[in-house]
Antibody, heavy 127, light 107 residues
Framework: QVQLQESGPGLVKPSQTLSLTCTVSGGSISSGSYYWSWIRQPAGKGLEWIGRIYTSGSTNYNPSLKSRVTISVDTSKNQFSLKLSSVTAADTAVYYC???????????????????WGKGTTVTVSS | DIQMTQSPSSLSASVGDRVTITCQASQDISNYLNWYQQKPGKAPKLLIYDASNLETGVPSRFSGSGSGTDFTFTISSLQPEDIATYYCQQYDNLPYSFGQGTKLEIK
């Protein structure tokens, strides 16, 4: 079955760019009706959706982060990536990558749900 | 953005109890709601999609209902392994948004 694994630096300095990669195994990132998403969770807090990318390269971002976020995909490596620029302590969180399934449920009706998640990686922003 | 409000924020119940969590959306989201379970130190796990559809492999004691702005998540008979935080998530509009979570503990 498909598995996701996040990787990247665990410590980033303020004002620098956070860069994470999610490697997809057990299936092709290009197959099926899937979006590839990033979600984060500050310690002891709830979940925040960051954004997603379709294998066509089409992206959607949370407006609260849009000016600082870039999500890209590398189909040759079966990976997708997150870049978050100008980070501050408020960006300290566990970052998850996830597969979002777009499932047809009838004519013009689709389900969207995140059915496969990575284990998460902790990123701390500190000098 | 659509705001999702869960209640209660925390809940203590006994093994075998019926447990209910509610989720309210700030506007009509039809059935476009998912429920996730997150155990400490783990990633969220999908339990229910489209308000009431049970994800494959999820025990039948979990169920969901509702539409529009008001939704309910139920565990029919609480088991020790159900200790977790539960989140609702809307997918009617981008950006997706989650409820603040309901932390479930065993009494």
């Amino acid at each position: 079955q498909v598995q996701l694994q996040e990787s990247g630096p665990g410590l980033v300095k303020p004002s620098q760019t956070l860069s994470l990669t999610c490697t997809v195994s057990g299936g092709s990132i290009s197959s099926g009706s899937y979006y590839w998403s990033w979600i984060r969770q500050p310690a002891g807090k709830g979940l925040e959706w960051i954004g997603r990318i379709y294998t066509s390269g089409s992206t959607n971002y949370n407006p609260s982060l849009k000016s600082r976020v870039t999500i890209s995909v590398d189909t040759s490596k079966n990976q997708f990536s997150l870049k978050l620029s100008s980070v501050t302590a408020a960006d300290t969180a566990v970052y998850y990558c996830a597969r979002e399934h777009r499932a047809a449920a009838g004519t013009l009706y689709y389900y969207y749900y995140m059915d496969v998640w990575g284990k998460g990686t902790t990123v701390t922003v500190s000098s | 953005d659509i705001q999702m409000t869960q209640s209660p924020s925390s809940l203590s119940a006994s093994v075998g109890d019926r447990v209910t969590i509610t989720c309210q959306a700030s506007q009509d989201i039809s059935n476009y709601l998912n429920w996730y379970q997150q155990k400490p130190g783990k990633a969220p796990k999908l339990l229910i999609y489209d308000a009431s559809n049970l994800e494959t492999g999820v025990p039948s004691r979990f169920s969901g209902s509702g539409s529009g702005t008001d939704f309910t998540f139920t565990i029919s008979s609480l088991q020790p392994e159900d200790i977790a935080t539960y989140y609702c998530q809307q997918y009617d509009n981008l950006p997706y948004s989650f409820g603040q979570g309901t932390k479930l503990e065993i009494k």
